[in-house]
């Protein structure tokens, strides 16, 4: 599937200059404008060689950026579905039916059909409109409940409502993400996800390349990217030596951990914390969020959800390690109520997708979200 999406976007595109080529990917595959500082940065590794056409549109396709845009995390159903709308020039009826057959398991109904024939006719790019809605309806996360996709389809809609999570973050002029790269996209996780508010300075510090598996996939790395929203300026390092990061004390704004706080030890957590605080600014803001353990450890009693965690926590520990340190709780907010997996102690991953949305029960939740503040 990623091979004929190469080929057709190389295919579309050639004989036009490489500028107007990169300019056209972000319109595309992101659906917005480039901005100047990662136009200019591919238009360079164009010009020198380092990367060929093919090697740029991977980049885009394997961003989080990409992924979050058109919901396509849910790999061996999506690829079947890709690879069979591209077998030629199929009409709006015969696909319509074709995704409800194979992601409803049932014949479409004379109503959808109609709907849907008007739309691929308008315009056959309605295709991924019509498999993701699909994907995200009711009927479907009824089906998958206890399907074998239903691990992978519960971590697309935890993601989406992720997103959601970031866009309502606080806006701040100096902002620390701390483990927030994303491998190929030089915008970082935050923005990737959404992030709207304009700042002076994002600083992203994460591992060195190969220090992770998240890393491990990264092709290039980035020190000063130019965004639409302000200046991303990257470090490669541990995140315990924030102390090292040459800031003033009292001057950051918001420092954020989207699902990191779980891949460093407890008691260098603790360390980390009294770091934060020692460099916010009074009245600025700690926000993060993580998995659950009281929920992870009815799905994965045996080791933690992941190979690079070093622990999961419990709602009550956090709570306890935030008042210690100093910080407010502001909020707390859950996502994947998991109250039913609870009561049966039984991981119901299907429940979730019904149960997705964020809420205000995060001790039962499979995700659990913190705003904290510094008063003083």
């Not at 999570?165 to 993400?177: E, F, H, K």
């Not at 019904?354 to 904290?372: L, M």
Request: charged fraction near 25%; include cysteine.
């Amino acid at each position: 599937m990623r091979k004929s999406i190469i080929d057709r976007l190389i295919g579309r595109h050639e004989g036009r200059p490489d500028e107007e080529f990169i300019h056209s990917l972000y319109k595309e595959l992101l659906g917005r404008e480039g901005d100047p500082q990662g136009i200019t940065h591919y238009l360079d590794r164009l010009r020198q060689g380092k990367i060929s056409r093919g090697d740029l549109i991977t980049n885009f396709l394997e961003s989080e950026e990409f992924r979050f845009k058109c919901s396509s995390k849910i790999p061996p159903l999506w690829r079947g579905l890709r690879r069979a709308f591209n077998l030629g020039n199929i009409s709006a009826g015969v696909t319509a039916r074709f995704a409800y057959r194979l992601i409803l398991n049932r014949p479409i109904d004379t109503v959808a059909l109609r709907l849907w024939r008007k739309r691929l006719r308008e315009n056959r790019s309605n295709r991924v409109w019509l498999i993701n809605s699909l994907f995200m309806s009711t009927e479907y996360a009824n089906l998958v409940t206890d399907h074998p996709l239903s691990d992978q389809m519960m971590l697309n809609y935890l993601h989406k409502e992720r997103c959601k999570l970031v866009r309502s973050l606080p806006q701040g002029d100096l902002i620390v993400d701390l483990g927030g790269s994303s491998p190929n996209n030089p915008r970082g996780a935050l923005l990737a996800m959404g992030y709207p508010h304009k700042f002076r300075t994002l600083l992203i510090v994460d591992l060195p390349v190969n220090e992770s598996l998240k890393m491990r996939m990264a092709k290039e790395t980035y020190h000063v990217v130019q965004t639409e929203l302000g200046e991303v300026r990257y470090v490669y390092q541990d995140m315990r030596d924030i102390g090292n990061l040459g800031i003033q004390g009292g001057s950051v704004d918001l420092f954020w951990m989207g699902q990191s706080v779980e891949h460093i030890e407890e008691s260098d957590f603790d360390k980390v914390l009294q770091l934060i605080y020692k460099y916010l600014k009074p009245g600025g803001y700690f926000c993060f969020d993580t998995p659950n353990r009281l929920i992870t450890f009815i799905q994965s009693p045996n080791r933690y959800i992941h190979p690079d965690h070093k622990i999961e926590y419990f709602f009550e520990n956090l709570v306890k390690k935030l008042k210690k340190a100093g910080f407010e709780i502001i909020q707390t907010l859950g996502i994947g109520l998991a109250d039913e997996s609870i009561r049966q102690n039984r991981f119901l991953p299907g429940y979730m997708i019904e149960n997705i949305g964020i809420n205000q029960d995060p001790e039962h939740s499979y995700i659990f979200y913190f705003k904290t503040k510094k008063n003083r």
